[in-house]
């Protein structure tokens, strides 16, 4: 199984790169991303997390019929201006919840496993969801999105909740 990388692991902060091979090593890491995602009952996980510094990312949306998904070098090619406040969690940041705005309709490109370009219109829960896990592939966490004052008092706040795990 792999593990899931805690807050503040320096590898949350390192910047994923593309997949150039897409191989059965890569539908094989998707597979273990997966298990890894649903036995932390996560909707979404990106390699990053796992210490996995590629760009894929896996999600299992609930409110999204086709469910279960592999997103492999996803990128936003379209954001809608207004944005909306979501209340986010983390596998990284275990318990902690925190208002997080972000677009509420986005197109993504990505590659399937086998290396097929696809686009998808995401919104909603969707589209906060891959936003947050692209910020991952990215290097960046959730409560960057928050002013100074609310990053402090959401990491104080997970300082205390860690404790008590």
């Known amino acids: 199984m792999l593990k899931i990388l805690r807050f503040p692991d320096p590898g949350l902060f390192r910047k994923a790169v593309p997949v150039q091979t897409f191989d059965e090593e890569l539908g094989e890491i998707a597979l273990q991303m997966r298990e890894a995602m649903y036995a932390s009952r996560g909707v979404g996980l990106s390699g ?71 686009e998808i219109l995401a919104e909603g829960s969707l589209s906060q969801c891959i936003q947050h896990e692209i910020d991952h592939l990215d290097g960046k966490v959730f409560v960057d999105h928050l002013s100074p004052a609310r990053r402090n008092r959401a990491l104080l706040k997970f300082s205390k909740l860690s404790k008590l795990r």
């Open 48 to 118: 990053t997390q796992v210490d996995i510094h590629r760009r894929i990312i896996v999600l299992d949306e609930p409110d999204d019929e086709a469910g279960f998904k592999v997103l492999i070098n996803p990128e936003i090619v379209w954001r809608e201006d207004e944005e909306v406040g979501f209340d986010e969690g983390c596998l990284s940041f275990p318990s902690l919840y925190v208002e997080v705005n972000r677009a509420n309709r986005i197109r993504v490109r990505a590659h399937d496993l086998l290396g097929n370009e696809f």
